[in-house]
């Protein structure tokens, strides 16, 4: 440059700054947000219940709305989060993800509603885990979810003018749970609730306990609610989460080396390890049975959900026979993980469905029942819709199970193998050692902690040859199928065991065997695909509510429930069962010695034991299947 330019420019730089000198501030400013090109209004309010404490909302509504309906989650993730995906002038680019049917909340113009629950983000008040209704004797408040759904609702309707004064609630998991809270004693506003995978019954079989065996694969996220915004973050010593499990030892040494004991909520479950009245007076299923039902509810169940598999289902059987009239409770059951009727469902891991499932379900189930209840328009859903995997098509049904489906007997046979008729006398066992450093792990190995391949989500899709691979795990197949079995409903299983120890865990699984080749899909050869899976803890074979050791050797029965199942196996499969004893580190490990208190077990009261299943004789194990002619 020509030094004669530079100074010209220099000296216009200087004039212009001279000139708005009083502009150039390093001080941090607040800038005013662009908003007229977006197409929606974003509202933030401090919400104020009975006794003071102000719960964080956040309000987005559609650009020039009117006589729009409100949808409403209550959430300890992060209202902020929920309704901040990415910065956008695009109300579905915001709300994309989380628990927003982002099709269904546009097309359906609904204003949309995120609050923090008390005590989380940005709301005041103290944070509970599933905090107790004041009616259940463990909340010594005046306040719980469903008073401050009440208020919340009450505000809203009263505040909004672009309403039309009719509220519908929405939420996945935690979420579906305060959508089922607010069905007790519900505000006269509120004309609809769907609940998507909610946790009902954390001791019987969500998210903390299934049938008494401790989910100790949470213990990183009990550490998460240590703080009102999930801020701390488990740290893991190892890369394989199998190895921090297994050299912990107990699930309370892990949670004391990890700092988890100063979550309150980690003191109740260690005080409550067994079924007593701490879990039954806030069994939501028990709740609402006694409770009027005043309010339209679809209840949506995924048949792999890893997280809360027994919720919806157990809800559904407690408060469907209150529907006289049939217009109040409806079920939707799709072939989902853990919230993915919101997200593409086209397949789990391995498994395709030929169909986007999830989204045809929004479309055809979801979008019509909340616009019938919340804008009176017409609707043509079925009581049950209900995905049928194997044949892979959705069904519309007047109840669930089908009235049609009939209990079988499947039995475990000599020679391993599996079948509708009995083995005759003598009774015969089939037997394998349980060694507790060693257990079977719950999917293979290694176990990320880093969340590398989503491995948590899918992982009750996952091909179970590993397991069946190994010599503490009892595998018994049919026969190849020269016809369709399906199976509608929810299995028992009825086991007879001896185990030469105190205590014991009992993993059984029903499986479906995919022949050896599959054309156009290679990855599916000889796939041993679990169907319906559960645990449950020896020690309460007698009473949920009270542990007591069982006898060395003595052959004792085993009955409990695997999760609904709504499969076909086709022509050319083959059925398979698993038993095993244990599926770590997912559960903790059953020492095999009684002791009092497992979460506090010492590394000498783990020790092997024989287990034997009775398969021949008047006392054969099996499975109760419900069958469809």
């Given at each position: ?342 997200e593409p469902g086209l397949n789990i891991g391995a498994v395709h469905w030929g169909q986007d499932t999830a989204k045809w379900w929004r479309k055809h189930v979801l979008a019509p029942f909340l616009a019938h ?239 034997k299943v009775r398969i021949a004789g008047p006392e054969s194990s099996f499975i109760e299947l419900p069958l469809l002619p």
């Amino acid at each position: 440059m020509k030094p004669w330019k530079f100074i010209v420019l220099l000296a216009g730089a200087v004039a212009g700054s001279a000139a708005h000198a009083d502009t150039y501030d390093e001080r941090p400013q607040t800038l005013r947000p662009v908003t007229e090109h977006r197409n929606y209004e974003r509202r933030v309010v401090d919400i104020e219940m009975r006794d003071g404490v102000k719960l964080h909302t956040v309000i987005v509504l559609p650009k020039g709305a009117k006589q729009a309906a409100l949808l409403l989650t209550r959430t300890p993730y992060g209202a902020e989060g929920m309704t901040a995906k990415t910065a956008s002038n695009d109300m579905g680019m915001i709300l994309h993800g989380f628990d927003n049917p982002v099709d269904v909340i546009q097309d359906g113009g609904y204003i949309r509603v995120v609050q923090d629950i008390r005590g989380r983000f940005g709301s005041g008040g103290g944070f509970v885990t599933n905090r107790p209704l004041v009616s259940s004797g463990q909340n010594p408040t005046q306040v719980d979810e469903s008073t401050d759904t009440y208020d919340t609702i009450e505000w809203l309707v009263k505040n909004v003018p672009e309403s039309n004064g009719r509220v519908g609630i929405i939420g996945i998991s935690y979420n579906g749970f305060e959508a089922l809270m607010a069905l007790v004693n519900p505000h006269p506003a509120l004309k609809v609730s769907v609940p998507i995978n909610p946790m009902v019954n954390g001791w019987i079989g969500d998210d903390w306990f299934h049938n008494g065996a401790f989910r100790q694969w949470l213990i990183p996220a009990i550490w998460g609610t240590a703080t009102g915004d999930s801020s701390e973050s488990f740290v893991w010593p190892t890369a394989d989460a199998y190895d921090t499990y297994l050299r912990a030892g107990s699930a309370g040494e892990l949670a004391r080396q990890h700092g988890v004991e100063q979550a309150g909520f980690w003191r109740k479950l260690t005080e409550h390890p067994a079924y007593d009245t701490f879990w039954q007076s806030q069994a939501v299923d028990k709740v609402l049975a006694k409770e009027p039902l005043k309010v339209p509810v679809m209840l949506v169940h995924s048949l792999w959900d890893a997280d809360d598999i027994y919720g919806a289902m157990a809800v559904y059987r407690a408060i469907k026979p209150k529907d006289i009239a049939g217009d109040k409770v409806f079920l939707s059951i799709g072939p989902w993980t853990h919230g993915q009727a919101i997200e593409p469902g086209l397949n789990i891991g391995a498994v395709h469905w030929g169909q986007d499932t999830a989204k045809w379900w929004r479309k055809h189930v979801l979008a019509p029942f909340l616009a019938h209840h919340l804008n009176g328009t017409p609707m043509n859903v079925a009581p049950v819709t209900a995905f049928q995997s194997g044949s892979n098509e959705w069904q519309r049904l007047a109840r669930w199970p089908a009235a049609e489906a009939k209990p079988a007997r499947l039995y475990l046979k000599p020679g391993m193998a599996l079948g509708f008729e009995p083995a005759p006398a003598p009774a015969q066992d089939a037997e394998y050692v349980s060694d507790p450093a060693k257990p079977v792990p719950f999917i293979d190995r290694p176990l990320r902690v880093d969340g590398e391949g989503n491995q948590w989500q899918s992982w009750l899709t996952s091909d179970q040859r590993n397991a069946a691979s190994r010599p503490d795990v009892l595998v018994f197949v049919s026969d190849v199928l020269t016809r369709p079995v399906t199976v509608a409903g929810q299995p028992f299983v009825n086991l007879k065991a001896s185990t030469s120890g105190s205590d014991s865990d009992w993993v059984v699984k029903l499986i479906d065997v995919y022949p050896e080749q599959v054309p156009g899909e290679p990855l599916m050869g000889g796939y041993q695909l679990p169907i319906a899976m559960d645990i449950f803890r020896g020690r309460y074979r007698e009473s949920l509510a009270k542990a007591t050791p069982l006898k060395p050797g003595a052959l004792l029965g085993y009955r409990f429930a695997l999760p609904e199942t709504h499969h076909v196996f086709l022509p050319g499969h083959r059925l398979m069962v698993q038993v095993q004893s244990s599926w770590f580190p997912l559960y903790d490990r059953n020492p095999q010695r009684f002791i009092d208190n497992i979460f506090f077990a010492q590394p000498g009261d783990y020790i092997k034991a024989t287990q034997k299943v009775r398969i021949a004789g008047p006392e054969s194990s099996f499975i109760e299947l419900p069958l469809l002619p």
